[in-house]
């Protein structure tokens, strides 16, 4: 018999493998300097999103509300919200849903930018949320949501992202939200 840890961990591994393997790895883009990871190819595959979907559902156990950042978390938390058997919330950019919003605005490393979601529907008080995006890079943006979120009454259960940066430090910003990463690199 298998105990709800190893089958935890055996899905995180085999969303990491497919992480891995499928990554395209595009360097000096979009700037020179830059190395871009993007997650296209893991999407498309068929095995690879469901490993990916089936990995952060394990790191997200115990939530009743998935929230996907835009706009790639769209992607991702769809598929969690559905593995876990609950809802899904989309964590808009500024401007996207009509008013009255939360609104949680956040620094970048070029400028600034505002999370948004809905005032009135769903109700957070009290909900346990999973917050979902692709890449964790330096952290503003997965926090800013977080802390959106929280604001607005949910109780923010974890973070869970596809693929972390180590070198750009952003997970030295999640004391508050346990954070999981499927890859770290």
């Given amino acids: ?3 709800d840890s190893d089958t935890r961990a055996t899905a995180l591994d085999r969303a990491g493998g497919a992480v891995a393997r499928l990554t ?7 700037t020179p300097g ?3 990871a993007d997650l296209t190819p893991v999407f498309a595959d068929g095995p690879g999103y469901r490993a990916v979907i089936e990995g952060l559902a394990a790191a997200g156990d115990g939530a009743d509300l998935v929230a996907g950042v835009d706009a790639r ?4 938390g769809g ?10 919330l989309a964590v808009r950019k500024a ?3 009509p008013p009255p919003v939360h609104a949680q605005s956040y620094a970048l490393e070029y400028g ?3 999370l948004e979601i809905p005032c009135d529907a769903p109700d957070l008080d009290g909900r346990r949320v999973f917050v979902i995006d692709d890449v964790l890079a330096t952290g503003g943006t997965l926090l800013a949501a977080a802390e959106l979120l929280t604001r607005a009454g949910a109780d923010v259960v ?4 596809v693929l972390e940066l180590d070198e750009l430090g952003g997970r030295d910003r999640f004391d508050r939200y346990p954070l999981t990463s499927l890859v770290r690199v």
Avoid: H, I, N, Y
């Fill in 1 to 3: 018999m298998t105990s």
């Fill in 24 to 30: 395209r790895w595009c360097d000096d883009f979009p």
């Fill in 34 to 36: 830059v190395r871009f």
């Fill in 73 to 76: 978390g769209f992607l991702l």
């Fill in 79 to 88: 598929g969690v919200a559905l593995e876990l058997g609950c809802g899904v």
């Fill in 95 to 97: 401007g996207k849903l």
């Fill in 112 to 114: 600034a930018a505002t």
């Fill in 158 to 161: 974890g973070v869970g992202v």
